[in-house]
Structure formats: structure tokens, C-alpha cells
């Protein structure tokens, strides 16, 4: 039987991986998009690490791995809402199966989505607001006018596919992981205590 203190080493050493992992499947495998952005494959990485770890080190894991990569390629003013979207589109899932790919895990690619679309629209609104706070109408006026949240709706598509994409990816991932027995080779003890 392993100690906390293991478990707990174990459980840090692989949200490191799983962080690393995101940076990586972010900042290094990606399509450019028109808007500035790109899409990636760290959002699967991210599904993935929140079916095999508790959901701080998860959230924690997934904030750091996108946040990285932001840094990385020089999107410094979206270090934090990265950070903040991430660790959230790593909540509705859920490590408590012995397999990575349930039906609960499956649907919950969908809420994720909804996460990641809606994170990124606000954040846009924010930042669009800010870059007229300049301007006679202050940060508040370009942030309740209408304009401003119109304007921010150029990210969705984009960020639709994104979502879209991630979630393809996570499945069959998760799919082919399990045919492989991943989950309780790595965490043999977390689907017998869940």
C-alpha cells in the first residue's frame, strides 16, 4: 500500500507531465487563425489530465499548462484569463471511473466547450473595452456599448472549432487510452477508493 506522502508525489509528478503537455500540444502543434489566435490540441490534453487527476491538481494543472503557453508565444494579456478558462474546462470532468472515456466524461466535452467559447468571448469584450478606455466614453461606456460586444463576436467561430476539435481529439484519445488500460496502470488505487 503507498503512502500520502507517494500518492501525493505521484499526483504532482504527473500534473507537471499533463501541464507540460499542454504547453506543448498548444504552443507547438497549432493552425494560425484569422483573428490573431490559433487552434490547438492542449484543450484535449486538458480533458485527459482531469480524468486521471483530483480536481485541484487538474484545474491547477490546466491553468499552468495554458497560461505557458501564452507566455511562451508572447499573448501576455491573456496570461490570466488563460489561466482562468483553462483550470474551469477542467471541472466538469470526472476522475472517479476506473476507465478515462464514460458516458459522463463524453458528454462533458460539450459543457468544456461552452467554457472555452464564452471564457474567450469576455475576455475579448474586456480587452476591447480597455483599448477604448482612452477614448470620451472611459472604459465603462465602451464596455456596455453594444459595438464593443458585437465586435467581440468575430472569436466564436474560431473558438468553436477549437472546442470542437478538443473534444475529438480527447475522445478518441481517451478511447484508445483505455483500450490500453492507462488509467490503472498509472493510478491503480484512485478507481478503488472513488
Not at 492542449?42 to 495554458?66: H, K, Q, R
Not at 458516458?103 to 464564452?118: D, K
Not at 472604459?139 to 464593443?148: D, E, L, R, S
Not at 474560431?158 to 487510452?177: D, K, P, R, Y
Request: proline share 5%; glycine share 8%; aromatic share 12%.
Amino acid at each position: 500500500m503507498k503512502t500520502h506522502t507517494e500518492k501525493t508525489l505521484k499526483l504532482l509528478v504527473l500534473s507537471a507531465m499533463f501541464a507540460a503537455m499542454t504547453t506543448v500540444l498548444t504552443f507547438f502543434i497549432k493552425i494560425p487563425t484569422a483573428g490573431g489566435g490559433y487552434i490547438h490540441l492542449g484543450d484535449a490534453v486538458i480533458y485527459l489530465a482531469a480524468c486521471f487527476l483530483p480536481t485541484p491538481y487538474a484545474m491547477l494543472s490546466a491553468g499552468v499548462g495554458g497560461a505557458l503557453s501564452d507566455l511562451f508565444g508572447g499573448y501576455f494579456v491573456y496570461l490570466f484569463p488563460t489561466f482562468l478558462i483553462k483550470a474551469l474546462i477542467a471541472l466538469p470532468f470526472s476522475r472517479k471511473a476506473e476507465k478515462i472515456l464514460t458516458s459522463r466524461n463524453a458528454c462533458m466535452v460539450l459543457p468544456a466547450g461552452v467554457i472555452t467559447v464564452a471564457g474567450y468571448y469576455l475576455t475579448k469584450v474586456f480587452l476591447l473595452a480597455f483599448d477604448q478606455a482612452t477614448t470620451s466614453q472611459g472604459f465603462w461606456g465602451a464596455f456596455t456599448n453594444p459595438v464593443t460586444w458585437g465586435a467581440a463576436l468575430e472569436n466564436i467561430p474560431e473558438n468553436t472549432i477549437q472546442a470542437v476539435g478538443s473534444a475529438v481529439v480527447f475522445l478518441v484519445a481517451a478511447f484508445a487510452l483505455d483500450k490500453a488500460n492507462l488509467k490503472q496502470k498509472l493510478l491503480p488505487y484512485t478507481a478503488a477508493k472513488a
